[in-house]
């Protein structure tokens, strides 16, 4: 049977209906979720932790993969049912519970969790509270694979200087190298979302960039971005040093004041935050 008549089957065997402030779009396409498991690189030497099962469909893939699945659901109407789908795995987990207020390395060892990759069809109201809450809390994460909307994806991958180029952008280039693996219509979900998704995997990495506060750094960053045409002397005042020490910082850091934060590199936004570090 193929994954969207299986799905159809349980919703109305369980007369599940979907709700949409959960973000609730079920992947029924196999390739896809076939291309996201494969590029997950799950081995019996990894763990993988999901956030939002569903109907268990990736869990299932994933658990014939490796060493544990660890899931995080927040409805309540699915857990019953994810005990049925899941009942012939013995090495998945469900955690019934906000996957934003889960304390992730604590999880991570209560379930004897390491080499983890973590690998969703993320709840698009979430995606970024959730990556950005991985990147900056969770230890040992090895890769992020996520389904998020395709919009978003843009905005992971994009360049300096170009629309789509933020504090997002920033914040994965930081802490990850960002590889598109595929995109999703529709069509691949039930029900059909609104919008385009794609599938991204980001590999955890050391930052490249030396950092000496990186709450000054991602405090910079967002407020370069936070008036897009404002230049970089006017929409960092809020930093709080005085306008000549802003202006001196900017010559330390060899960047032209009038320029907008579009167009500085992760580099630049280092070089500006480090400058800026030592003079406050
Ligand atoms: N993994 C399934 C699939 O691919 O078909 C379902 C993906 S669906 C896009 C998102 C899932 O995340 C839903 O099961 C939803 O209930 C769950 N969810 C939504 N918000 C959540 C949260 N804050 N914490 C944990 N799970 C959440």
């Known amino acids: 049977m193929n994954l969207a008549s299986k799905t159809k089957d349980i919703v109305s065997h369980f007369d599940f209906r979907f709700a949409k402030s959960l973000g609730q779009n079920f992947l029924v396409d196999n390739n896809v979720l076939t291309k996201i498991v494969d590029s997950a690189e799950l081995d019996d030497t990894s763990c993988a932790l999901e956030i939002g099962p569903g109907i268990g469909v990736l869990t299932q893939e994933m658990a014939s993969r490796c060493k544990k699945v660890v899931a995080i659901e927040i409805d309540d109407r699915l857990i019953p049912i994810l005990g049925e789908t899941l009942s012939s795995y013995d090495n998945v987990e469900i955690v019934h519970s906000d996957a934003l207020k889960v304390d992730f390395n604590k999880l991570f060892e209560e379930k004897g969790m390491d080499n983890i990759k973590v690998v969703a069809n993320l709840?698009?109201?979430?995606?970024?509270?959730?990556?950005?809450?991985?990147?900056?809390?969770?230890?040992?994460?090895?890769?992020?694979?996520?389904?998020?909307?395709?919009?978003?994806?843009?905005?992971?991958?994009?360049?300096?200087?170009?629309?789509?180029?933020?504090?997002?952008?920033?914040?994965?280039?930081?802490?990850?190298?960002?590889e598109k693996v595929v995109k999703a219509p529709p069509s691949c979900f039930i029900p059909n979302p609104k919008v385009e998704s794609m599938v991204v995997k980001m590999n955890i990495k050391e930052p490249e960039v030396d950092v000496k506060d990186e709450k000054l750094f991602?405090?910079?960053?967002?407020?370069?971005?936070?008036?897009?045409?404002?230049?970089?002397?006017?929409?960092?005042?809020?930093?709080?040093?005085?306008?000549?020490?802003?202006?001196?910082?900017?010559?330390?850091?060899?960047?032209?004041?009038?320029?907008?934060?579009?167009?500085?590199?992760?580099?630049e936004f280092a070089m500006l935050s480090n400058v800026i570090y030592e003079m406050m």
Not at 157 to 170: F, R, V, W
Not at 240 to 251: M, N, R, T
């Open 123 to 178: 709840p698009y109201y979430v995606t970024t509270p959730i990556i950005n809450k991985i990147f900056k809390e969770a230890k040992g994460v090895k890769s992020i694979t996520v389904m998020i909307q395709k919009e978003v994806a843009e905005r992971l991958i994009a360049k300096p200087s170009t629309k789509d180029y933020g504090a997002l952008t920033l914040l994965a280039n930081y802490y990850s190298d960002v």
């Open 218 to 267: 991602f405090r910079i960053i967002r407020d370069s971005f936070n008036m897009r045409r404002k230049t970089l002397l006017n929409s960092l005042k809020p930093v709080g040093l005085p306008s000549d020490k802003l202006k001196e910082a900017f010559a330390a850091a060899g960047i032209d004041e009038k320029r907008r934060g579009e167009t500085l590199t992760i580099q």
